[in-house]
């Protein structure tokens, strides 16, 4: 029995993309150059057909593949956003209020991830990490950042 | 000989057995085998959380401190694999076949004893090998050309990304996109800036730390933080309950000799990490053995020889990457980063330019060892009660010391997005069944194999004769086309078989 294997038929693809993207861009921005003297767009030219061309062997794999021995992990929608949002938080945050609320939040986003979330344990492990954290960055290694900054 | 030998050493004591330098490395091991002894959390990951720390050192103390958290890391995990009857990390995987039962009957005290004289006595075999064939290695790798180094490299990334367990294309793909990647930033040679689409922050590439902590922390916690976690096995750890008997000493010495000789030729070749060459030292003391029936029963002969093996792999794994520059896996892709962080060019120059780091470096892998020995004999109770914590409290503990690990490097918050970005990138690797290592591995070697590729074709006048004129150039590019065809020939091979070429690591976890 046969199946198109989606897995390796959008990673193909995307391939394919990535490359004919990179080397057209490479060639049209960076001077090429020739072999014996190769300007900045050579390689990553060369590059990005050599990419497109595996590409295009990996979506033909998958018109031909059998099914696989490996399963993927199931995909769960509610970890992958809580941590996402929980490392944007901590980018977004972290010059603005300082060390120690930005890891409470920050803590408290990544905990949504897990099932049995509740929001007053979370809390405290965001608290007890705080603590720590400064303890750690800001006392032990010297690290620049406040713990508490003010909003402007 | 022997004299240049000596000499080595006690230039290597000298620099290793200094109050700062002990302290790096004992800091180093503890913090390896705090985060190894973590299920699911193998030495890649604790290199990258910890890499942020040694921004600040000085180069050696950096190093010392990095090679202590490869090796606590790498002994933590085999901890957990034994008493949780979980993988630690893939290396760790085969420590689960036998170590696990012995630990249910009670033995797992001694299991855990036996490993760590294994595992020092593999490592031992594997420090002293390395600094027997470094000095000669290096000799002969000053004569080395662009096109050698071009030719081994690409040797290194082929074999990192096809021995593995998936697709060779999907990691040849991803080896190529890591090199891509790794292109990102200003071009040493003309100035330019390559696809940093405008952003200023990009001019110095993607950083290494984000780039990896993303991949492989962000990763797994996303993946992993609603597994069913199991609580360890109880039972006592005093020092008479770890003392091996004489029939198990007995049984142990020959597995660890075998052992570490496969481990220490294994590990010195380019793409046999992760535990492939511990499934052969288990696979060929099962067949040796006179009771194989009783190997993933508790037998003792199944955590002896594929751990020495393991640690003999670990010594021998740094030849090529400190004498040549070119890592076997994406480990001592790391190390490399970490010495070009510290504005040293790796390659043989590393060794004759700075000589009390090299073997300062080596001398205090042996001393991390001695470490490893005091902090899992003594102390195993304080390792055991860690296995304990659950993981609703580490996971986003686990996201917030990368989050400010990352930003903590340069105090940049792009830093953060970049972290962000290769998370969210090793987590669609990942559900596409897309291998990450070998896209590490490209991009860190990516500029150096740039680099050597546009002298090599410069010294040639635009000939791509010279890759097969040059006999080392030649055999390296023979080897490398012979590994890929090999490698998707028998892919095709496993293909057809179906489920037959799983390991029985899958089985285990």
Known sequence: ?152 | MLTAFIDHLSLGIHEAVTLTNLWYCFVGVFLGCLVGVLPGLGSLIAISLLLPITYHLPATGAMIMLAGVYFGADYGGGTCSILLGVPGHAAAAIDVLDGYPMAKQGRGGIALFMKCVASFWGSSVGIVLLMLFAPLLTAWALNFGPSEYCALMLLGLVAASTVGQGSPIKGVAMMLLGLLLGIVGTDVNSGVQRFNFGVAELSDGFSLVAMAMGLFAITEVIKSCNDVRVSPEQQSFSLRDQMPTREDWRRSFGPMLRGSGLGAFFGSLPGTSGGMATFLSYAIEKRTSKHPEQFGKGAIEGIAGPEACNNAGVGTAFIPTLTLGIPGDAIMALMLGALTIQGIQPGPQVITGHPDLFWGLIVSFWIGNIFLVILNIPLIGMWVRLLSIPYRMLFPAIVLFTCIGVYSTQNNVFDVYVLLAFGVLGFVMLLLRFEVVPLLLGFILGPMFEEYFRRTLLLSRGSFAVFVQRPITAVALAVTLGLFLWSVWAWTKRQSKGRAGRQPAAKAA
């Open chain 1, 1 to 152: 029995m046969k199946k198109v294997d989606a897995r390796d038929l959008i990673g193909g693809l995307a391939l394919v993309a990535i490359g004919v993207f990179a080397a057209l861009y490479a060639s049209s921005n960076y001077q090429v150059g020739t072999v014996a003297h190769m300007g900045p767009g050579f390689f990553p030219a060369a590059l990005g057909w050599i990419l497109a061309a595996v590409g295009a062997v990996i979506v033909l794999i998958a018109f031909r593949a059998p099914i696989h021995a490996l399963k993927p992990p199931p995909f769960e929608l509610r970890p992958f956003l809580s941590v996402v949002f929980a490392v944007a938080v901590f980018g977004l945050l972290v010059e603005r209020l300082g060390l120690i609320p930005t890891t409470i939040v920050t803590v408290a986003v990544a905990s949504v991830a897990e099932r049995s979330f509740r929001l007053r344990k979370a809390l405290i492990l965001g608290v007890i990490l705080a603590v720590l954290a400064w303890l750690i960055f800001t006392v032990g290694l010297q690290m620049t950042l406040p713990a508490f900054a003010s909003l402007d």
